[in-house]
């Protein structure tokens, strides 16, 4: 089993940057793709970016160019690097990761709240 634990959340004002981290722990033998999604009151979760194991990445057109996703496999540790943030960028912020190699499973983390002040 795999266990997401998100942090760096918090409250900053617009324009402001602000980086998440989601550290993966458990019984694995590798994590595969790799992403943040988000989850504004009111919305549906919606996908915010997401890399491959061997870094290729894709973003929604919503924090292209401001948000930036990465990832440390020594570390099992998935990164989100936000600047200029933005009052609808407003939301909690979810890790979400896929492993197996045979059968795939997927996991979540519990989230982590990020209020962006205009």
């Known amino acids: 089993q795999v266990q997401l634990v998100e942090s760096g959340g918090g409250l900053v004002q617009a324009g402001e940057s602000l980086r998440l981290s989601c550290a993966a722990s458990?019984?694995?033998?590798?994590?595969?793709?790799m992403a943040w999604y988000r989850q504004a009151p009111g919305n549906q979760r919606e996908l915010v970016a997401a890399?491959?194991?061997?870094?290729?990445?894709n973003y929604a057109d919503s924090v292209k160019g401001r948000f930036t996703i990465s990832r440390d496999n020594a570390k099992n540790t998935l990164y989100l690097q936000m600047t200029s943030l933005k009052s609808e960028d407003t939301a909690v912020y979810y890790c979400?990761?896929?492993?197996?190699?045979?059968?795939?499973?997927?996991?979540w983390g519990q989230g982590t709240l990020v209020t962006v002040s205009s």
């Open positions: 458990g019984t694995f033998l590798s994590l595969n793709t």
């Open positions: 979400n990761a896929n492993y197996g190699t045979i059968v795939p499973y997927e996991v």
């Open positions: 890399i491959s194991r061997r870094g290729s990445t």
